[in-house]
């Protein structure tokens, strides 16, 4: 399930098992891109999944989010169990990012973000769920706060306008800023079930 505030409308691109892809056009006039993903489960499969990201990709100029479980990690500090993860699997994860000048966003919450729910040594947790933006959207975030919180299968992505005293204040600080939009006027949040 997909929710907004009604202050932002929401036109769905595409749908697919694997992504919603919507275009959000602000009251301000912005447009922006968020896809929301559900990577291939099948590791002999997934390079169809980041193959169909990187055609997305060329299917938009914009500022761009994607936002979901990539059901991959990004290195090896994200998985925790018995068994490891292969490198080539991450590698290709890599690679997609990079075709894709994709960069990930952080977030707020727990370290993994889906268990096997096993115990003792059995047990595998994982960071699974992430946020990822290109370029324009990250100069989008110099007008606005952004926060993320990944709550496998909930994730939440909040923005909220910056005021002018704020904005010079998060350009002095050259870092990202989380915030709540409940503190801080204007603003919208997406989530995905």
């Known amino acids: 399930m997909l929710f907004w505030l009604s202050k932002v409308c929401v036109c769905l691109q595409s749908l697919c098992r694997n992504f919603i892809d919507v275009h959000i056009k602000e009251e301000s006039g912005v447009i922006w891109r ?77 370290k993994y973000t889906w268990s096997n729910k096993q115990q003792g040594d059995h047990n595998i947790r994982v960071r699974l769920d992430r ?27 909040q923005c909220c306008y910056l005021s002018q005293s704020m904005l010079r204040e998060a350009l002095g ?9 409940r503190q801080h006027g204007a603003g919208h949040q997406i989530t995905l079930k």
């Open 34 to 110: 968020v896809t929301f993903v559900y990577g291939e489960p099948k590791t002999k499969q997934r390079y169809v999944f980041w193959d169909r990201l990187r055609f997305l990709k060329a299917q938009w100029k914009g500022p761009w989010v994607c936002i979901g479980d990539f059901n991959e990690v990004l290195s090896s500090k994200e998985h925790l169990g018995p068994t490891n993860r292969v490198e080539a699997q991450t590698r290709l994860f890599h690679e997609c990012l990079e075709d894709c000048q994709l960069l990930d966003l952080g977030f707020c919450g727990p």
């Open 173 to 181: 600080k050259q870092k990202a800023i989380f915030s709540d939009t």
């Open 131 to 157: 946020a990822i933006a290109n370029g324009q959207f990250h100069k989008y975030l110099m007008i606005s706060k952004l926060k993320i919180l990944l709550q496998h299968p909930r994730i939440t992505l």
